[in-house]
């Protein structure tokens, strides 16, 4: 989408090299964000956001559609309680990347379910964050395995020791509500928490434990993430992943 989006937003200008000058943007670098090979940094995103007049659902939404639809957490009755812990949260405490989530598998409770998301920060405070259902997982629930079946979005809000956000499937009337709070790691980039999924009583587990890592905005580690999302075993997880998830302990 960021790709499709650049190139339309190029059509203005009469050519590309004189773009990527004004922008300050390496020609092959601009020619990577369009193809969809590569995401800018934090920095060089808001730099073109700003010189296009736009925000960084440019990421995620046609261009066409940005600004069209009110934004509900903007109302003043909420801006001061819901508002004040999205504005609250900055780069630092969550940084703009690739994730790799671990969490057990809700369907099976005997597996674990591997995936990725992107987080990113918009220019005008709001965190948004963005990913697709493991196929295995729709297939099982008999649910259609088309990207956009698939996706999730969401909005992520600083909490008092960590982030906390909501995320849901397209035109979904459930929701899964997460926790994260950092812990101490040699790079600094790993999340322990919890998913608490909106289903009534009886309905089997509810909530469980869940590890983020953050892999960063290259597309190489993002690329493998994605290769092995899905069902998995605990034998297979990621050694320190399956540390942390602790898949013998009762989650309280």
Not at 65 to 89: C, K, W, Y
Not at 107 to 132: E, M, Q, R
Not at 163 to 189: G, H, K, P, Q, W
Request: proline letters at 5%; aromatic letters at 14%; charged letters at 25%.
């Amino acid at each position: 989408m960021f790709g499709t989006n650049l190139r339309q937003l190029a059509q203005n200008y009469p050519s590309i090299s004189e773009l990527a000058r004004r922008l300050e943007i390496n020609r092959t670098q601009f020619n990577r964000y369009m193809s969809g090979e590569s995401f800018p940094r934090p920095d060089t995103l808001d730099r073109i956001c700003a010189f296009f007049d736009v925000d960084a659902r440019i990421l995620l939404e046609p261009v066409d559609t940005i600004g069209r639809q009110p934004v509900v957490l903007d109302n003043p009755f909420l801006a001061g309680f819901l508002g004040h812990g999205i504005s609250q949260l900055t780069e630092a405490m969550f940084p703009t990347g690739f994730y790799r989530f671990t969490r057990r598998s809700f369907i099976h409770s005997d597996k674990f379910i591997i995936g990725l998301v992107y987080v990113f920060h918009s220019t005008n405070t709001a965190t948004f964050i963005k990913g697709y259902e493991a196929r295995d997982s729709m297939r099982f629930q008999g649910l259609p395995e088309t990207p956009r079946m698939r996706e999730f979005r969401g909005l992520v809000t600083a909490h008092e020791d960590g982030v906390a956000f909501v995320l849901s499937r397209r035109n979904a009337m459930t929701y899964s509500f997460n926790y994260l709070s950092r812990i101490s790691s040699i790079e600094n980039n790993f999340w322990l928490g919890y998913v608490a999924r909106t289903v009534r009583d009886g309905s089997g587990e509810r909530v469980t434990r869940m590890v983020y890592e953050h892999l960063g905005q290259k597309m190489g580690p993002a690329l493998n993430t994605a290769r092995s999302a899905g069902f998995a075993d605990a034998e297979d997880l990621q050694p320190y992943h399956r540390h942390l998830l602790r898949p013998d302990d009762p989650f309280y």
